[in-house]
């Protein structure tokens, strides 16, 4: 029996980063997260973040907002509004996940504490395996 992958709506992890953006996907009924990568944060990210979420037929959205810090509350909100525009025709639901001390662990995972692209695509799958736990813990 062949099922049929294409139906299946893959989860989007989202670290959005001042430079880059990571990014991570991972299937609903799987806790196995994968790397996509990162692209960068520029005039460019829409139309790409556009072509990720054809590619991999995505039905949800994580994206990483933190806690406390307010200005990057208030950037995030607007990247997901912009977000709603490029999805608007699909049904996808967004959801933030708390993204507090993802840099740190991915730092250690990555074992540079300098940011560079790759700690913010591990960030992109720490908050993916944070946002499915909470899912699975309602």
Known sequence: MQTNHRKTKAILGIDRGT????????????????????????????FNI??????HN????????????????EKIQKFMKSLNYIIENREIEIQLVE?????????????????????????AMLILERGLKDKKSE
């Open 50 to 55: 556009a072509g990720i979420i054809e590619k």
């Open 99 to 123: 993204e507090d001390y993802t840099s740190v662990q991915s730092g250690e995972i990555v074992s540079n504490f300098k940011k560079n692209a790759a700690t913010d695509t591990v960030s």
């Open 58 to 73: 995505v039905g949800k959205i994580m994206l990483g907002r933190p806690a406390k810090q307010k200005d990057i509350q």
């Open 19 to 46: 430079k880059y953006i990571g990014l991570a996907y991972a299937l609903p009924w799987s806790d196995v997260v994968f790397p996509i990568g990162y692209i960068l944060n520029d005039q460019m990210m829409y």
